[in-house]
Nanobody, 124 residues
């Protein structure tokens, strides 16, 4: 029922910025907690950031704190990930995920819906 589509990835140089978008279908988007995950070649998928549906409370993995910002616009059914001062180690496929029920979590297994991902490549 719920579909998520990411966009905004690309090839950039270290120090550059990108803003990723995740567009969601359905009228219940505003009730979902949303998260961003990433997976680099040869590595496990890791948590990046998440935001609650009502309070707007956010959480980030330590490696992106101070550089990345997650936000949402419920009127547009969209969640964003603003990425500043990108580093080569940020290179990965970034996916958004939605959680219909339950508390905000950094565990990928807690999320119900996933997009296909968008590639972010940061050159040195």
């Amino acid at each position: 029922q719920v579909q998520l589509v990411e966009s905004g990835g690309g090839l950039v140089q270290a120090g550059d910025s990108l803003r990723l978008s995740c567009a969601a279908s359905g009228r219940t988007f505003s009730t979902y907690a949303m998260g961003w995950f990433r997976q680099a070649p040869g590595k496990e998928r890791e948590f990046v950031a998440a935001i609650r549906s009502t309070t707007g409370t956010t959480t980030y993995t330590n490696s992106v704190k101070g550089r990345f910002t997650i936000s949402r616009d419920n009127a547009k059914n969209t969640v964003y990930l603003q990425m500043n001062n990108l580093k080569p180690e940020d290179t990965a496929v970034y996916s958004c995920a939605g959680l219909r029920f339950g508390p905000l979590t950094t565990d990928q297994n807690g999320y119900d819906y996933w997009g296909q991902g968008t590639q972010v490549t940061v050159s040195s």
